[in-house]
């Protein structure tokens, strides 16, 4: 073969030496394939301008080597020799070949017992997974939710027909209803805190920061007299319920129900971020239930509901077990405790329904809407305490709350400054301001504190 594309031999087995020139055309539709495929190979590479030195190709039963010679004459010349595979791989097909008639040779050879054993094999070890495997991984992840305290996947025990193994699911089952029913007694985070840490309860304290919470429902003995106890009961378990979810749901540990009062506090026993503002989102919350409850309570009591007090403060407690080693409780204690406890009630006198402190106004204010109304002598404390009305969200605060508090802004800020204190605009403002009950009350508890000695007799 030349660059003129012309053959000069072409001969394969069975085929006799064609003439002594082959034109390009002849050899494309030669009646051997082989030649045929040859040839294309031959022409694609040559008219690509890649056909290599030296080259090798397959096609059908037969192997193409093509040799390129270097120039000579002005022209170029390729050898290609068309060779039957088997000169080339020898008997390795009909090796192949054997081989696999053995293989099919060794599967007929399977009988029907060998696949009774085997299948014998497969049904028990299902069998070993249903009746020990299944049940096992069951109970493991029953035992892992107890661990946690987390007993809402709890189900009656699964049955096994190995005795050992339904007795261990029967206990497990014991032991969740027994923790579940011991989970309403004990603050279930107090709980999980100890098994996550691995700690062993003893009695002791030691220094934190908490945000303490109070809420005690208002004329609780009145209300009982005159409604009867099953009545007052009803609206106190339907109030708590709801309130005490929101709590826990806003992060709260629940530390107690004192009678008809609520004590909560966050940040403890694991600290969280911003939990007096929790401590505000909770509060909101559950004056949003209240008046959902009261709405269903007028309803149902002919007109009667119930109202509530809160007081709010954060800042250091004591904070462990205290108790004996038999029966501990897990709580807060110190002047924090004490100035929370002693805001709720000062809510009575003020007709406010949340007071709070400077240390839960100060890093909420910029959500919530605070606004002053004096200072207050809390007995076991020295000095006066600034004292803060909670009045809810600043983006929904009711038109006329928002416009009472942009009134009194300038009376908020004054009373925010220790040294500054100027009664006379607030008596100015309550002038103006008759229907503003909490801010006329503030005034009749704290002018006296308030008010330079040579006037306060002209304002009583």
Same mark, same amino acid.
């Given at each position: 073969?030349?660059?003129?594309?012309?053959?000069? =031999? /072409?001969?394969?087995?069975?085929?006799? !030496?064609?003439? &002594?020139?082959? +034109?390009?055309?002849?050899? #494309?539709?030669?009646?051997?394939?082989?030649?045929?495929?040859?040839?294309?190979?031959?022409?694609?590479?040559?008219?690509?301008?890649?056909?290599?030195?030296?080259?090798?190709?397959?096609?059908?039963?037969?192997?193409?080597?093509?040799?390129?010679?270097?120039?000579?004459?002005?022209?170029?010349?390729?050898?290609?020799?068309?060779?039957?595979?088997?000169?080339?791989?020898?008997?390795?097909?009909?090796?192949?070949?054997?081989?696999?008639?053995?293989?099919?040779?060794?599967?007929?050879?399977?009988? =029907? /017992?060998?696949?009774?054993?085997?299948? !014998?094999?497969? &049904?028990?070890? +299902?069998?070993?997974?249903? #009746?020990?495997?299944?049940?096992?991984?069951?109970?493991?992840?029953?035992?892992?939710?107890?661990?946690?305290?987390?007993?809402?996947?709890?189900?009656?025990?699964?049955?096994?027909?190995?005795?050992?193994?339904?007795?261990?699911?029967?206990?497990?089952?014991?032991?969740?209803?027994?923790?579940?029913?011991?989970?309403?007694?004990?603050?279930?985070?107090?709980?999980?805190?100890?098994?996550?840490?691995?700690?062993?309860?003893?009695?002791?304290?030691?220094?934190?920061?908490?945000?303490?919470?109070?809420?005690?429902?208002?004329?609780?003995?009145?209300?009982?007299?005159?409604?009867?106890?099953?009545?007052?009961?009803?609206?106190?378990?339907?109030?708590?319920?709801?309130?005490?979810?929101?709590?826990?749901?806003?992060?709260?540990?629940?530390?107690?129900?004192?009678?008809?009062?609520?004590?909560?506090?966050?940040?403890?026993?694991?600290?969280?971020?911003?939990?007096?503002?929790?401590?505000?989102?909770?509060?909101?919350?559950?004056?949003?239930?209240?008046?959902?409850?009261?709405?269903?309570?007028?309803?149902?009591?002919?007109?009667?509901?119930?109202?509530?007090?809160?007081?709010?403060?954060?800042?250091?407690?004591?904070?462990?077990?205290?108790?004996?080693?038999?029966?501990?409780?897990?709580?807060?204690?110190?002047?924090?405790?004490?100035?929370?406890?002693?805001?709720?009630?000062?809510?009575?006198?003020?007709?406010?329904?949340?007071?709070?402190?400077?240390?839960?106004?100060?890093?909420?204010?910029?959500?919530?809407?605070?606004?002053?109304?004096?200072?207050?002598?809390?007995?076991?404390?020295?000095?006066?305490?600034?004292?803060?009305?909670?009045?809810?969200?600043?983006?929904?605060?009711?038109?006329?709350?928002?416009?009472?508090?942009?009134?009194?802004?300038?009376?908020?800020?004054?009373?925010?400054?220790?040294?500054?204190?100027?009664?006379?605009?607030?008596?100015?403002?309550?002038?103006?301001?008759?229907?503003?009950?909490?801010?006329?009350?503030?005034?009749?508890?704290?002018?006296?504190?308030?008010?330079?000695?040579?006037?306060?007799?002209?304002?009583?």
């Amino acid at each position: 073969m030349v660059d003129s594309g012309l053959f000069m =031999v /072409a001969s394969v087995p069975g085929y006799p !030496v064609a003439n &002594a020139s082959l +034109t390009r055309y002849y050899a #494309l539709n030669h009646p051997n394939a082989t030649v045929r495929n040859v040839v294309r190979y031959w022409l694609d590479h040559l008219e690509g301008g890649v056909l290599a030195p030296f080259s090798w190709i397959e096609s059908d039963n037969y192997i193409d080597v093509e040799l390129v010679s270097p120039e000579s004459g002005g022209l170029r010349w390729w050898l290609v020799l068309v060779s039957p595979q088997s000169d080339f791989t020898g008997n390795l097909p009909k090796t192949n070949h054997d081989t696999l008639v053995k293989v099919k040779t060794i599967a007929a050879s399977v009988t =029907v /017992a060998d696949f009774f054993v085997l299948f !014998v094999l497969l &049904a028990a070890i +299902t069998m070993f997974a249903t #009746l020990i495997i299944s049940p096992l991984t069951r109970l493991a992840t029953q035992l892992r939710l107890i661990a946690h305290m987390d007993f809402s996947h709890s189900g009656p025990a699964f049955h096994s027909v190995l005795t050992e193994l339904e007795d261990l699911a029967h206990q497990a089952q014991h032991m969740s209803v027994a923790l579940k029913h011991f989970s309403k007694y004990v603050p279930t985070a107090i709980v999980k805190h100890l098994i996550r840490n691995q700690l062993e309860p003893t009695i002791g304290v030691r220094r934190e920061y908490a945000t303490v919470f109070f809420l005690d429902i208002c004329d609780f003995t009145k209300t009982m007299d005159l409604m009867g106890a099953e009545a007052v009961i009803d609206m106190l378990q339907s109030m708590f319920e709801a309130f005490s979810e929101i709590l826990l749901r806003k992060g709260a540990v629940i530390d107690k129900y004192i009678g008809d009062a609520i004590m909560a506090f966050w940040n403890l026993p694991e600290a969280i971020d911003n939990h007096e503002g929790l401590a505000c989102d909770a509060t909101y919350e559950i004056l949003k239930e209240l008046e959902a409850q009261n709405e269903y309570f007028r309803k149902k009591y002919n007109g009667f509901s119930m109202h509530i007090r809160i007081g709010i403060h954060a800042g250091p407690v004591f904070a462990g077990n205290v108790g004996s080693r038999d029966r501990m409780n897990y709580t807060v204690l110190g002047e924090t405790v004490n100035l929370a406890a002693r805001l709720e009630p000062l809510g009575k006198d003020l007709k406010s329904v949340v007071c709070v402190s400077d240390a839960i106004r100060v890093p909420c204010e910029k959500l919530y809407a605070f606004r002053c109304l004096g200072y207050a002598k809390i007995r076991g404390f020295e000095g006066f305490v600034r004292v803060h009305e909670f009045l809810g969200r600043l983006d929904s605060l009711p038109p006329e709350m928002a416009r009472l508090l942009r009134e009194y802004r300038e009376i908020d800020q004054r009373l925010m400054l220790e040294d500054d204190q100027h009664p006379e605009q607030l008596r100015e403002y309550l002038q103006s301001h008759p229907e503003d009950f909490v801010a006329n009350n503030a005034f009749h508890v704290f002018h006296k504190r308030m008010l330079p000695q040579s006037s306060s007799s002209t304002l009583n």
